[in-house]
């Protein structure tokens, strides 16, 4: 059965403090992995693909790295604006068409 | 820029109600997709199409059915609401996968609150 699990759920960062999220993934034969921003209320904001274990992809002061098991998403300095809910989904390359969804990772970044 | 709009932000109906919740797309996409989100569940498929009058349904259809009648829209319709269908809708559309793209693109979501 496909899963992902997200952890923390919740964390909080000082301005400027780097850290990382977590997204650990079972599936059978991964087509892509997925990174999106979720703001209050909002729909979610698409991120990064990664395709294949030893990718990255950068966008200003977030990374996404995989392997074969997880894939973290690496904050460099973050500011109070980068609070949100970072949510993680996968693929699989069988099955139906839709994207699994882990529950998120709350992000607060206090000034 | 990819832009899914959906009808309403904010939806409040009475029990036993017919909700009809519509998703245009502006990209040309053949697969849309709705999901509800739920604290501590995550998104979960309601259902997809992959082109016009086609459908499929996803984890949870019960309750739900859906109409594509033009490739840019996509309805999401609750035949008698009931109050555990309050919830976020989130309406998605996704480009053909023969452009080598998986990933999904994102409405703004309808909030419905089932009274």
């Known amino acids: 059965e496909d899963q992902v699990t997200q952890s923390p759920e919740a964390l909080r960062l000082q301005e400027g403090e780097s850290s990382s999220l977590n997204c650990s993934y079972t599936?059978?034969?991964?087509?892509?992995l997925f990174w999106y921003r979720q703001d209050p209320g909002k729909g979610p904001e698409f991120l990064f693909t990664?395709?294949?274990a030893g990718e990255e992809k950068e966008k200003e002061r977030l990374k996404a790295t995989l392997t074969k098991k997880e894939s973290f998403l690496h904050i460099t300095a973050p500011k109070p604006e980068d609070s949100a809910t970072y949510l993680c989904?996968?693929?699989?390359?069988?099955?139906?068409?839709?994207?699994?969804f882990g529950t998120g990772t709350r992000l607060t970044v206090i000034p | 820029d990819v832009k899914v709009t959906q009808s309403s932000r904010y939806l409040v109906k009475r029990t036993g109600e017919k909700v009809f919740l519509e998703c245009v797309q502006d990209?040309?996409?053949?697969?849309m997709f709705w999901y509800r989100q739920d604290p501590g569940l995550g998104l979960r498929l309601i259902y997809f199409?992959?082109?016009?009058?086609?459908?499929e349904k996803g984890d949870i259809p019960e309750g739900y059915s859906v109409s594509r009648e033009k490739k840019e829209r996509f309805s999401l319709i609750l035949e008698s609401a009931s109050t555990n269908q309050t919830s976020m809708y989130l309406c998605?559309?996704?480009?053909?996968?023969?452009?080598?793209?998986?990933?999904?693109?994102f409405g703004p979501g309808t909030r419905l609150t089932v009274t």
């Open positions: 998605a559309s996704r480009p053909p996968i023969r452009q080598g793209s998986y990933e999904q693109y």
């Open positions: 989904a996968v693929q699989a390359v069988t099955g139906a068409n839709n994207l699994f």
């Open positions: 199409s992959y082109d016009v009058k086609m459908k």
């Open positions: 599936v059978s034969g991964l087509r892509g």
């Open positions: 990209m040309d996409h053949e697969n």
């Open positions: 990664l395709y294949s």
